[in-house]
Each structure stands twice: as C-alpha cells, then as structure tokens.
C-alpha cells in the first residue's frame, strides 16, 4: 500500500486558481461531446452583451450588463434608477437584450438570477420562469434562478 502525504492550504493563489481552471476545463471537455464540440469554435467564448439607458443630459439611469454563450443569454445585472421606475425601462432593457440574443447571436434561452426583494416578479411578467430556489443565501434573503425560451 502507497501512503500518501497531503498539505491543505486555503490562501487565495491567482496562478493555482488560473491552472485549477484550465485542468477543470480539460476534464469538462473531456467528459462532454457538447463541450468538446465547442473548443476551438466562437461559441465556447462568453461574449458581452451591455444594453444601456441614458437620459436626455446623458447620465445612467438604467442598464443591463450580461453575456451571451452557446445559445444562451445570461442576464448578470439589470438596473433602473429609482426615479424611474414604473417607466418601462426595465422591459425595454430585457427585450432589447433579448433581442440582440436571439437576431445577432442565435441565443434559444435566457437565464437570470435574482433576489426575493429585487425582481422575481418582474421576471415572471417577463415570461420568465423558475427552476431554482434557494433559501437563506444570503441568510434572510432566498435567491431565485430563472430562466425563459427565447424566439
């Protein structure tokens, strides 16, 4: 029998982190005909997806920042200052990304993940629906994962 010595660190190392990626990475592709298909091709890159709203001096009263992958548009933040809200920013900020995905990227879904005191509900308005719940994270606060068929 082999005995084996082990040390266990928990310091955060940018180059171990860079390379546990890459080996993550090589097994997922591995493992995965879908993954595999995708290395070396524009679809295994994230790609940007920024949508934003200004007023008529020019300043930031809302946005959505996301990306696009494969054939799926990931909705990361979306934002309307509150002076402006119940305007229908919101909406056009969601169906113009939606939009984008769909005609310039040929995304079939999107997916979103919110808080219960943020917008589950303006999701749900939006045709979105969910597939996720997890309560206490953060503790007090349950997240939702949503998720809607593009097209």
């Not at 949508?51 to 494969?70: E, F, I, N, P, Q």
């Not at 939606?98 to 005191?117: L, P, Q, Y």
């Amino acid at each position: 029998m082999v005995s084996r010595m082990f040390r266990v660190e928990t310091e955060v190392d940018k180059e171990r982190s860079q390379l546990l990626r890459s080996r993550l990475r090589e097994a997922n592709t591995s493992a995965s005909p879908v993954l595999r298909s995708l290395r070396g091709t524009p679809g295994e890159r994230e790609v940007p997806l920024h949508v934003w709203v200004l007023d008529a001096s020019g300043d930031l009263v809302g946005g959505l920042v996301g990306h696009t992958w494969t054939t799926w548009l990931h909705v990361s933040y979306l934002w309307v200052d509150e002076r402006c809200r119940g305007a229908g920013l919101g909406s056009r900020l969601l169906a113009e990304a939606e939009r984008t995905a769909v005609a310039d990227r040929g995304c079939r879904n999107s997916r979103v993940e919110t808080w219960d005191f943020q917008a589950p509900d303006f999701y749900k308005k939006q045709g979105y629906d969910v597939v996720c719940v997890i309560p206490d994270y953060p503790p007090g606060i349950t997240e939702y994962t949503l998720t809607k068929r593009l097209g």
